[in-house]
Nanobody
Framework: VQLQASGGGLVQAGGSLRLSCAASGRTFSNYAVAWFRQAAGKEREFVAAISRRGSNTKFADSVKGRFTISRDNAKNTAYLQMNSLAPEDTAVYYC??????????????????WGQGTLVTVSS
């Protein structure tokens, strides 16, 4: 499956952005999807994930209550809605996917398809 992330940009602290992850090439509904981010000089970290049908989600503690993850399998697209953004959310955000046969959320190390990143910059 090929993934294309988009929607990044510059936003002020407290603002919102919605990232999109468009998939092609395979049956999107067979893949769990996750978002990761990597800030300058830091390691990549997990942000959020959603199961293949959208019934299960998982979030990093740092974004719980501020970010939501969703998907529209008919549009082959997953989304990351980011609210109450803070400067520490500044990073390149990547979407990733993993083929699953059940509706679970994979472990972070299981994601093996990656899109290019989209830069989110939050100004103070």
């Amino acid at each position: 499956v090929q993934l294309q992330a988009s929607g990044g940009g510059l936003v002020q602290a407290g603002g919102s952005l919605r990232l999109s992850c468009a998939a092609s090439g395979r049956t999107f509904s067979n893949y769990a999807v996750a978002w990761f981010r990597q800030a300058a000089g830091k390691e990549r970290e997990f942000v959020a994930a959603i199961s293949r049908r959208g019934s299960n989600t998982k979030f990093a503690d740092s974004v719980k209550g501020r970010f939501t993850i969703s998907r529209d399998n008919a549009k082959n697209t997953a989304y990351l809605q980011m609210n109450s953004l803070a400067p520490e959310d500044t990073a390149v955000y990547y979407c990733a996917a993993h083929f699953v046969v059940r509706g679970y959320v994979p472990e972070t190390y299981e994601y093996d398809y990656w899109g290019q990143g989209t830069l989110v910059t939050v100004s103070s």
